[in-house]
């Protein structure tokens, strides 16, 4: 067994408790805390309607708003002696948010003035007072200063005037008055006067439905030119093949003939069949006659509407 024997420390038991109670008292700090925490609470706490004195009610950006969903328990009503006066209703307020950002000074626009093209002849420096009228003509706004007493800036209201002046005078359009004393009306697209009898397109069929025509007509040809190949090829199959012939016109009509006396005399038996089909057996034959009768109509419908039929030889 081997002892350790400790020659310093720092250990004092008689602090034991205080760390117990430090810790219990300071474990708030401790805590991480946002620095926003202080923002959201007050943002949860607003409510979008604040009431204050002199009855003003304040409107904010909050979306939150008392009683809005429920409403009041108990509905707050006025005393009749407290009836509204004048000047003493609800006074709206908005809350001032919004902050400009702050003011930033904005150079001033640079101006250049014209310069003069240099002449050609560099040895005359001297310039003439007509060149100098000139070159201050050339400064000035090219619309005004060909007008007088327009030395510095354009005068817009003397140039209106002038291009009044000589502007072409706007008609007013027709109308008409329902009453004497009536309102007047644009007569125009009223149908009082003759306005699409004299265009030129009236009466006319439109072009796109000429054009719709055509394409439709081009279709169609093609439609048949296609069938008629595909009949023909078709036909020339069919005579290629020994063990398919042609049925003729009379070998037709006979069997569409013996076909009709079988439809004929089978109706008849079924319209002589007893009325109550009450046993099994009455059923059966009624639906096998049925059956028969809608086989016959079909090959009857089939003979008639296919003139060329070809069957097997063998």
């Known amino acids: 067994m081997s002892l350790v024997y400790i020659t310093y420390h720092d250990e004092n038991i008689f602090d034991v408790d205080n760390e117990k109670d430090f810790l219990t008292t300071q474990r708030h700090r401790l805590k991480y805390k946002s620095k926003f925490n202080e923002i959201v609470k007050e943002q949860t706490k607003a409510r979008h309607v604040i009431e204050m004195p002199d009855n003003r009610k304040l409107l904010t950006s909050s979306a939150k708003n008392s009683h809005q969903t429920m409403g009041y328990a108990i509905t707050p009503i006025e005393l009749p002696n407290n009836f509204l006066r004048k000047n003493n209703g609800v006074k709206w307020q908005r809350l001032r948010e919004h902050q400009c950002p702050p003011k930033r000074e904005i150079p001033p626009v640079p101006h250049f003035e014209r310069i003069a093209a240099p002449s050609l002849h560099s040895h005359s420096a001297a310039v003439s ?17 060909y007008f007088h007493d327009h030395k510095h800036r354009a005068n817009f209201v003397a140039l209106n005037v002038e291009l009044i002046k000589k502007a072409e005078t706007r008609r007013p359009p027709p109308r008409y008055i329902d009453t004497p004393k009536g309102d007047r009306h644009n007569l125009l697209n009223s ?47 069919m005579d290629r093949l020994p063990s ?4 003729s016109a ?5 069997i569409l003939e013996g076909l009709r006396t079988n439809f004929g005399s089978l109706f008849k038996t079924y319209q002589s069949l007893s009325v109550c089909t009450d046993t099994v057996a009455k059923q059966l034959k009624k639906g096998k006659m049925e059956n028969e009768l809608r086989q016959l109509e079909q090959d009857i ?8 039929i070809y069957v097997s030889a063998y």
């Open 129 to 145: 007072k007509d060149n100098k009228k000139e070159h201050k003509g050339d400064q000035l706004c090219p619309r005004t200063r």
């Open 191 to 237: 149908g009082l006067m003759p306005q699409y009898i004299c265009s030129k397109n009236f009466g006319k069929v439109p072009c796109y439905l000429d054009h719709h025509k055509k394409m439709l007509k081009q279709l169609n040809e093609r439609c048949a030119q296609t069938k008629m190949q595909s009949d023909n090829a078709c036909l020339r199959y």
């Open 244 to 247: 398919v012939k042609k049925l």
């Open 250 to 254: 009379e070998e037709r009509n006979e």
């Open 301 to 308: 419908y089939l003979m008639e509407h296919n003139p060329e």
